[in-house]
């Protein structure tokens, strides 16, 4: 028994979720319109039926309370005639019309209060469903507003921000670069137009600081020289330090130095 009742409420879970992901609020509320609207005619038709036979039992009350009156008037008549016998039988006819007008009266008073209860059941159900009307409008519109927005969101989820974004970033990141590339290509194009005349510029200052040496030493005077052999000589350390300087050379170092020399002289 417990297994049947485990799949017994695992089909009704089931069968209620589909039910509640089929419903439309806007479908089921028109719909519920629609059924309170059939009631609202069907309380019409039997609040007619009932008010056709209240109709009916008030003609027959009435009728019988005429015939009733009139076996009255006849049973006077009777009597003021003489004739006893057919006045006891005006009575009873009197008396059987006044039984059944007093059912029918009878049944008139129910019939009167079950059609003012209808009644007051059809003003009511009128009443709720154009309220519900009214509610089902403002509900249908926000429904509508609600997946308006849900299918809003779904578009913009849809769009991927976070995706666009750094594709954004992607693309700013690539324009730098190619700008940094553009910026260092012609950087480098003139640096190496800058580093040629700075070489050919370079190579001017050499040679005229040479052509100057050599007009220096050419120009020189005897007074110059020998004042700049004195100055020499004071700056000379004593004779002791260079003859141990002397004495401390090489081979190499003569050799060097009269190299330098012919190189001067060459000049």
């Known amino acids: ?13 089931n069968v209620n979720d589909l039910v509640s992901k089929a419903e439309d609020p806007e479908k089921i509320l028109e719909q519920a319109v629609i059924d309170m609207q059939e009631d609202l005619v069907q309380l019409r038709q039997a609040v007619a039926r009932v008010i056709a036979e209240q109709k009916r039992s008030e003609q027959q009350y009435n009728q019988n309370q005429e015939e009733a009156n009139k076996w ?71 429904s509508k507003a609600a997946h308006a927005n849900e299918e809003l969101q779904r578009t913009l989820g849809g769009l991927g921000t976070g995706s666009a974004t750094s594709a954004f970033e992607r693309m700013e990141n690539k324009v730098l670069e190619a700008e940094a590339r553009s910026q260092a290509a012609g950087e480098l194009g003139g640096t190496g137009l800058e580093q040629q005349f700075a070489q050919l ?22 007074k110059a020289l020998a004042a700049e052999s004195s100055s020499t000589q004071q700056s000379l350390p004593p004779a002791d330090s260079m003859n141990n300087k002397a ?17 001067l002289k060459d000049l």
């Open 247 to 263: 004495a401390a050379s090489s081979p190499v170092v003569d050799a060097e130095l009269e190299e330098l020399k012919t190189k």
């Open 72 to 142: 009255q008037q006849r049973a006077q008549l009777a009597i003021s005639k003489g004739d006893e016998a057919l006045a006891r039988e005006a009575l009873v006819r009197k008396k059987t019309h006044t039984d059944s007008a007093a059912i029918f009266k009878t049944q008139l008073e129910q019939q009167t209060a079950q059609v003012d209860t209808l009644k007051r059941g059809l003003i009511g159900l009128e009443s709720k469903i154009q309220e519900a009307k009214t509610k089902k409008n403002m509900l249908q519109a926000r």
């Open 201 to 222: 510029e370079g190579g001017y200052e050499v040679d005229d600081e040479l052509a100057q040496l050599k007009a220096a030493m050419e120009g020189s005077s005897p």
């Open 1 to 13: 028994m417990a297994l049947f009742d485990r799949i017994s409420r695992v089909i009704r879970a």
